[in-house]
């Protein structure tokens, strides 16, 4: 079951001023999964030490396993490469991701649902629906393409959302992510909706 988050609530300036006094700090959120990566390497010297012995006795079977610790290394570099990049950052001035190339405006961002990672333990998938005249500031306008759906993150052009999915995060657990998000977004269409009551008052 996928949580569904909408602003029906209307809050007092009160409650708008306590909501938009939060979420000024930038954070930049990494992926986590260190442990999967260490495992990946013990297993790919695993293969290799196997392999080097049979060099003498069996070529074909030596080099398989060669082959086979190549491949296991490889996925355990990938792996601890991509938990160097920033999976997400969060800020005063919106949500930014790596295929963006500034942050999306709070305002900009009309819901978020939670397919998974609600409950501690759970891989995280977090749908963050875009307004559909919003322009998303790309890098890279190929990005859209189903092929870059099996990534971390991916902007879905034609229903107008960004999907993130990790198995965790660093320095934090899934849920307190997805909390920390709905905190910065509440804290953004706040700021925006006292701006908005500035304007009026002056005019």
Known sequence: MHDDVSQDHHPSQAELLEMAARGR????????????????????????????????SNIVFALAFIAMAAAVGMLARGLGRRRKLPLLTL????????????????????????????????????????????????????????????????????????????PRVQGMTNPQLIELFSTYWQAGLARAQLGNLDESLVG
């Open 25 to 56: 700090e930038t954070l930049t959120i990494y992926e986590g999964g260190g442990f999967s990566s260490a495992l990946l390497w013990i297993l790919a010297l695993l293969c290799v030490l196997p392999g080097v012995a049979m060099l003498r």
């Open 91 to 166: 800020s005063a001035q919106g949500l930014q991701y790596s295929a963006v190339t500034q942050p999306i405006p709070w305002t900009a961002i009309e819901n978020y649902r939670v397919g998974a990672g609600s409950h501690r333990g759970e891989n995280l998938i977090l749908f963050v629906d875009l307004s559909s005249d919003y322009d998303v500031p790309l890098k890279d306008a190929r990005s859209v393409s189903a092929w870059h759906s099996v990534g971390r993150s991916w902007y879905n052009a034609k229903q107008d959302w960004i999907i993130f999915k990790v």
